[in-house]
């Protein structure tokens, strides 16, 4: 098949496109979402699928109507996969199917895709992977060695304007508590020196490093002793949680449900639900190495067959049983 992703960043550059390319797959960004640029890849690579990911500067409400205008113009399937589920569902999602009118929608939240079907979107759960070509673990790099090591964006924003996001308690749990104490985090992401009223203290600028490449992220995984998961919902598990443990990497997450339906705590990976316990638990992997590598090399294990190219089987699967291909060129999907 020929699948023409509506992309122009590099994040959704990487993970479920490549995951297609192992399937034999031809692949496509699209770059810039302007009626020319897209009308051109789809008389050129005439595409048997378009896909659009995520929320991004494409996603405005002109550019989803030219984009719904082609793919019915063009007579090409669209499909949209949500990753900024439920907490921005009601907000950006909802206007964006509603404009958009994608043939099928995936969702990372099981119950927002529920919320879709009684809505009339026809829609299915597809969560988050690793990519086993840019998630893979190395030798400790000199640079991005560290005791505890955090690699995500800090969005004070988003916390100020949603209180009740899970967010904020993964903060109280994992970080604040290690600051407290005095405990070197080293950061990677945009915006934790304006964390403090949030932490109860300002981060060092020494601890800051700012953002990561994507494609470079799992040298900190790699490098670092403990990397702090923070978790945006006790029923579902972030990306990071994947490319982490994907990178074997020596992750301590939040205490949630969803954890423990994924990986087996204590064994696979390391969890805590109050201040308390992560400041015990960080001391007590700090000094047992043998301890952290176990932990490592289960929880690489576990991750194995969440990766990008089953995302991607499974998103193809589930198009194809809901009629939206016949049969793809060669005989297979």
Known sequence: MRILFLERGKLWSYGLPDGFRELGHM????????????????????PDLLISVGWGPDHTRPKQQLVRKLATQYKIPLVYWSTEDPNFTQAFTIP???????????????????????????SAHLDF??????????KPIAKYRSDIAVVANAYPDVLRKYPLLFRRKALEILIR?????????????????????????????????GPIAYKD??????????ILGLQNYKDMVTQRTY?????????LTCDTPAIHRLLKPGREIAV???????????????????????IQKQGRKAIDPHHYKNRAQTMLSTLHKQGLFIKAKGGRL
């Open 96 to 122: 964006l199917l509603q404009t958009m009118n994608p043939d099928f929608v995936f969702t990372i939240s099981s119950k927002t895709a529920a919320r879709f079907r009684k809505m009339g979107y026809r």
């Open 217 to 226: 992220a799992h040298k900190v995984y790699s490098s670092a002793k403990i």
């Open 272 to 294: 805590s639900s109050t201040p308390q316990q992560t400041v015990l638990k960080v001391r007590y992997y700090l000094e047992n190495q043998q301890a952290r590598e176990e």
């Open 129 to 138: 992977a690793y990519h086993r070509n840019v998630h893979q673990s190395t």
């Open 243 to 251: 490319e982490v443990l994907g990178s074997r990497g020596f992750m």
């Open 27 to 46: 692949v496509r960004m699209s770059g810039p979402v302007t009626s020319s640029n897209v009308a051109k890849h789809l008389n050129v690579f005439k």
């Open 177 to 209: 508590p290690l600051l407290k104490h005095g405990l070197r985090i080293d950061f990677y992401g945009r915006d934790w020196h304006r964390m403090a009223p949030f932490l109860g203290a300002a981060i060092p600028k020494k601890w800051l490093h």
